[in-house]
């Protein structure tokens, strides 16, 4: 899911429309928020909450990036390691080759974080993660978001094509091993409202996969190190809960490449000193707001997520949406 602060950053690089085209923008017009498994609804968010966010497929977003690159400038397959100390300079098959900004972008497991003595450690967020596809369509009766019971949570993003993209978490002691992965999710949530069993008919074992959620334990102290800079899961892993990790990535990526570009008589090292201020500040606030919602999602005793459900039920809709007013902006760097 992206939303309006990651088409902002999209659109200042002249990359909106590429990402619009292949995206979809149906959940706008669809009830949205949470619901009790029952299918009650404890929270509907205004269509103002909604209104930017658009759906695509991680492979889709990836390659439509990617057709955008000159001929090329994409190497896969290799592994590259950044220098210790900083210098510009990564590691290519044994071989050393120096330029003049290296970016890090290896995820929440980032080796090259941990080579440049800036890991925070990880952390288990407490629940493991099912994600699925399905591969016909479903009647979700123009309605979206999430569901949230003791323990679990069920997503439905509607994506292009007609397929729907849907999760499932469970709160669970981290590497714990399923035998069948589908029956399990079938055991958690098959008896949950429509249509979350149809979606979950509607998707074959081999579009489903499961992950335990980690973050970082703590946010870094510093996202560059010399001229190696971090972005991304890398810089700041945090839970999936406010549905922000590929957006925060995109806005990093943008403010670099807008502060490079603007760079005229400041050193390169004024520009990274720049970048590191103006992303650690968004991105340790809404890796602390993720993590408490995550926390709140979650909540596994009966009077804790009665309490939830309760209170998420007398919440105007308008609050919450102007709470996440400041999720979805985001202002070009000055």
């Known amino acids: 899911t992206l939303f309006g602060n990651a088409f902002e950053a999209l659109s200042a690089v002249g990359l909106s429309d590429v990402v619009r085209n292949v995206s979809s923008g149906a959940i706008a017009r669809m009830r ?47 592994t590259a390691f950044v220098s210790c100390n900083g210098s510009p300079n990564i590691l290519v098959h044994g071989a050393s080759v120096e330029f003049d900004l290296v970016l890090v972008a ?10 440049l003595g800036l890991e925070s450690g990880l952390s288990y967020a407490g629940y493991t993660a099912w994600r699925g596809v399905t591969d016909r369509s479903v009647d979700i009766d123009h309605a979206a978001g999430e569901t949230w019971g003791r323990r679990s949570i069920f997503g439905i993003v509607p994506l292009p094509e007609d397929q729907l993209y849907w999760f499932g978490t469970l709160t669970t002691e981290a590497g714990r091993i399923f035998e069948d992965e589908r029956q399990a999710v079938h055991d958690t949530f098959g008896t949950w409202h429509d249509p979350i069993p149809a979606c979950l008919e509607a998707t ?63 050193d390169l090292e004024e520009v990274l000193a720049r970048y590191n201020k103006l992303r650690r500040k968004r991105t340790t606030a809404l890796w602390r707001q993720s993590r408490w919602m995550g926390n709140v999602a979650q909540a596994s005793g009966p009077l804790t997520s009665w309490v939830r459900d309760m209170g998420m039920r007398l919440t105007p809709g308008r609050i919450a949406g102007l709470a996440s007013k400041h999720l979805q902006s985001w202002k070009q760097p000055g």
């Open 106 to 115: 290896d995820g929440v497991r980032s080796k090259n974080r941990e080579r």
């Open 32 to 78: 949205a928020g949470q619901r009790a498994p029952d299918g009650s609804w404890l929270l509907t968010l205004p269509s103002t909450a909604v209104a930017t966010l658009r759906s695509v497929h991680r492979v889709t977003l990836y390659d439509a990036l990617v057709s955008q690159l000159a001929a090329g400038s994409l190497r896969s397959g290799t």
């Open 204 to 266: 074959p074992s081999g579009n489903i996969i499961r992950h335990d959620i980690y973050e970082l334990a703590k946010p870094l102290a510093t996202f560059t190190r010399g001229r190696t800079v971090l972005l991304g899961d890398a810089a700041h892993a945090m839970t999936p809960n406010l549905g922000q990790g590929a957006g925060q990535a995109i806005e990093d990526a943008v403010t670099l490449a807008l502060l490079l570009g603007r760079r005229q008589g400041d």
